[in-house]
């Protein structure tokens, strides 16, 4: 039966030629900017670190003094370096590590090479295992590394490939702000998107080219990058230790939410501590929050990659009301043969499903050319200018959704139709031919 | 032209004409906010920054590691540069419009209070700061020479920070000292001692969006020079002509002034370019929400065709009567046009409601003004001309039908 529906479907496509086409057009048109938009936003609020984002957790202390204290507000949304290293130094959690972007310059060795920056990382020990980081070759460095200040790098593969040629450079000197560093790793192709751990560079930027140990990019005075709040007088250094100045991000890894609870409760002593102690004036306010709540706060897809998401779905919308009324004046205007074919026994149900199916393969073939047209949307989208350009493509479970979305669309768009044109009386039909 | 028929005709086919209707409520209703939003972007794009910006040239320029000399470099480097052909000032910033990256700081209107009146970034200005970048001074003077302090200097520890004097945008100091003349007033922001504002420029744009539209132009200049390793930024000011000459050349001459300096290649171009970047995301989204304005339009053209052609189809025998009892062709045409004026206007009222709807949630959730009322009547026209257009075709095709059809028997 259904294959004869199928067959019916193409014929009507042949008789009505200009209408068919209409209709797959605008169902393509919807679907188009519909997983175009979807895509995107897919893309961009994914989980960076799947398997480990509700284990990793970003500290918030309130370290600031009474000017400008609004009850309930949110606490700082980084922390300062006393207090970093006062909590790395207890090591609470199963791991934890410092951090805060910067900008280095590279010397490279080779011949015809000139001197540029680069992007960096100062961070602790424990970043490469906590954050999953691949290794293409050697590893990060340890602990043992931070306290001594040691001059060790790891550096990312592009740079690798751009300073020494690719292969395996652990042990290579690199020369790195008019310092020598010891290459101790190379990171593989890693790109978390958002790059969650630092909400204050690009969002959705390829990660940094250099890391190094946190305490040697402070002994070298290295140019630091992202956001710095400062309250009070710093006295000239504002990334010293007791600088009253927030600048870095601290993550700590929980192994689970008894542990997690059992870290909030550390953080609020610490902070009644350092109250007590004369640093702290404000009430107590700490924040614990995982990846996914962390980016969420951050509200971290942009604004008009929300806006445009709508924006596909009401022109889909639009899109399968058009082919609602294209799709009743197709029906309809065939109620003769309908008539005719009830007058010989089809059931209701028959005529029902037989529009149904019709209605779907115009889904389908809009399902085809919408695909057509998201890969062309997001064609588009990759010559953007913003950081996430690249990363719009589309996977396997978006081409699948591409063609169910298409389906069910049209589908709903015929059932008004389809319960209409079953309702067409034979003997009204009969008598009028 | 009598309604009533139209109408008890129309109630005759609910679901065709809801159908109609609801494509023109949903078309209206999308199209006024993109419109509005479109309209949104382009102020962004079309934003007056205070600079001279088609005679500027921003060079980056940073040290490899830290330079002792950075002060003394900087005034080595501003000096040559000066001298160069073609260079009518050239000065150094902390900061640039059009880069996003900025100092900001809270601003008091007195030392006990606790919230601060507004946050408004800071430029650090060199002796030629205003020259350079053409702002335009509307009240109070320039800084002197004397009121100059190396920021090194003022950054050393045991320094208590003194910032005697400032000058501020018009919009800052509206925003601070309402109705009243800014010029000799003073605020605390860097320090606990008073800074006076010395002079007021008409517009300066702060490099980045923070604190949305209103603060765009709380923007304060302070006398502290700037050594090049504080951002990096040369700023030139040429003729449009020679800019590109300039840049090469000034790139040379600092390149000479040390080769342990790295120029940055890619953020060294002239400030129309800056500002084409910087507005590329606005420019883009402005352009997406006009291709699906346009789309969306066609789209509903074409459903108001193919649902017009059907009903001129199923009306063929009534049309033929009407002919036959003596309708005119112009008859004919007018009552399909009043029946698709009656839909729009039906849907445009219904589409007017949404509109206002969908505004309140994108107010609620991103931030988006409200929706002036002038866009609805636009829209409204938009969608009235667009449903004659659309069913002139099929209605041309009914007038033209002859009436011995009506006899005919089909």
């Known amino acids: ?433 | 032209m009598d309604i009533r028929p139209i109408l008890s005709t129309l109630m005759r086919h609910k679901t065709a004409a809801s159908l109609i209707v609801a494509e023109i409520a949903l078309t209206c209703a999308i199209i006024c906010n993109a419109l509005f939003m479109i309209s949104d972007r382009l102020d962004q794009i079309r934003e007056v920054s205070g600079l001279a910006e088609n005679e500027l040239v921003r060079v980056q320029i940073t040290s490899i590691g830290s330079d002792a000399d950075q002060s003394a470099r900087t005034r080595t480097d501003l000096a040559s540069l000066r001298a160069l052909p073609g260079v009518k000032d050239a000065t150094i910033l902390n900061q640039v419009p059009f880069v996003n990256s900025s100092w900001n700081s809270g601003v008091r209107l007195n030392r006990e209070q606790q919230q601060s009146t507004l946050s408004a970034t800071t430029y650090m200005a060199e002796d030629q700061f205003i020259e350079t970048l053409g702002l335009k001074l509307v009240a109070g003077r320039d800084f002197t020479p004397d009121e100059f302090v190396e920021f090194e200097n003022f950054d050393l520890p045991g320094v208590s920070p003194l910032i005697p004097s400032a000058i501020i945008t018009r919009s800052m100091a509206e925003k601070l000292f309402p109705g009243e003349d800014a010029v000799g007033k003073t605020f605390y922001s860097w320090s606990e001692q008073p800074t006076r504002v010395i002079g007021v420029v008409e517009h300066l744009v702060r490099p980045s969006q923070m604190g949305g539209p209103t603060a765009r132009e709380y923007s304060m200049v302070f006398p502290l020079r700037p050594h090049y390793n504080l951002g990096g930024n040369y700023v030139i000011r040429t003729d449009p002509e020679r800019r590109a000459e300039v840049l090469e050349a000034a790139k040379a001459t600092l390149q000479a002034n040390g080769a342990d300096r790295i120029i940055l290649e890619e953020n060294t171009k002239t400030f129309e370019q800056l500002r084409h970047e910087y507005y590329q995301a606005p420019r883009a989204m402005a352009w997406l929400l006009g291709i699906v304005c346009v789309a969306l339009l066609l789209i509903t053209a074409l459903g108001i065709i193919g649902l017009a052609s059907f009903w001129v189809q199923q009306r063929t025998k009534q049309i033929g009567v009407r002919r036959a009892l003596g309708a005119t062709r112009g008859q004919i045409l007018r009552y399909f046009q009043t029946e698709n004026f009656l839909l729009a206007s039906i849907g445009i009222a219904l589409g007017m409601l949404l509109a206002f709807a969908i505004n309140q949630l994108l107010m609620g959730k991103y931030e988006m003004a409200r929706l002036p009322l002038l866009y609805l009547p636009a829209g409204a026209v938009l969608l009235w001309g667009l449903g004659q257009l659309a069913v002139f075709a099929p209605a041309r095709r009914a007038a033209s039908i002859p009436p011995a059809v009506a006899t005919r028997s089909v």
């Open chain 1, 1 to 433: 039966m259904f294959a004869y529906y199928c067959n019916l479907a193409l014929r009507s496509f042949r008789r009505d030629k200009a209408l068919t086409a209409l209709m797959v057009v605008a169902i393509a048109l919807g679907i188009g900017a519909c997983m175009t938009t979807l895509t995107v936003f897919h893309v961009l609020s994914g989980d960076p670190i799947p398997g480990k984002s509700d284990r990793l957790f970003y500290v918030q202390l309130d370290p600031e003094d009474m000017q400008g204290y609004t009850p309930g507000e949110e606490p700082a949304e980084q922390v300062t370096r006393y207090d970093a290293e006062a909590l790395l130094r207890e090591k609470r959690g199963t791991r934890q590590a410092m951090m805060t972007g910067g900008g280095i310059s590279v010397t490279p060795g080779r011949e015809g090479l000139a001197p540029f920056v680069s992007d960096a990382r100062y961070t602790t020990a424990d970043f490469f295992q906590m954050f999953d980081v691949p290794l293409l070759h050697g590893g990060g460095w340890s602990a043992r590394e931070d306290e001594a200040h040691a001059r060790v790098a790891v550096i990312s593969r592009a740079l690798n490939e751009r300073v020494f040629g690719g292969g395996n450079s652990v042990g290579k000197q690199l020369r790195i702000d008019q310092t020598d560093f010891t290459v101790v790793g190379v990171v593989d192709e890693w790109r978390p998107t958002p790059r969650f751990y630092d909400m204050n560079s690009d969002r959705y930027g390829e990660l940094e080219d250099v890391f190094l140990p946190f305490s040697t990019s402070r002994d070298l005075q290295m140019g630091r990058n992202g956001s710095m709040s400062c309250w009070g007088d710093s006295d000239g250094d504002s990334t010293g230790v007791n600088a009253p100045c927030v600048w870095i991000q601290y993550w700590v890894e929980l192994d689970s939410p008894e542990k997690a609870a059992a870290y909030r409760d550390y953080l609020v002593n610490y902070s009644d501590q350092q109250r007590t102690a004369g640093r702290y004036k404000r009430p107590t306010n700490v924040r614990l929050r995982n990846v996914m709540e962390w980016l969420d706060f951050n509200r971290v897809v942009p604004n008009d990659v929300v806006m445009q998401l709508w924006l596909g779905f009401g022109f889909l919308l639009v899109c399968l009301v058009n082919t609602v009324g294209l799709l009743l004046a197709k029906f309809l205007r065939r109620g003769s043969e309908i008539g005719v074919r009830r007058a010989l026994g089809a059931s209701r149900g028959a005529i029902f499903t037989q529009c149904l199916v019709e209605a779907g393969a115009i889904g389908v073939a809009g399902g085809i050319l919408g695909l057509g047209l998201s890969l062309l949307g997001l064609w588009a989208v990759r010559q953007q200018p913003a950081s996430y350009a690249e990363l719009a493509h589309l996977d396997l479970g978006m081409l699948l959704l591409t063609f169910v979305v298409a389906i069910v669309a049209s589908v709903l768009a015929g059932l008004l139709p389809a319960w209409r044109a079953m309702q067409v009386t034979p003997a009204i039909q009969l008598k009028s031919q």
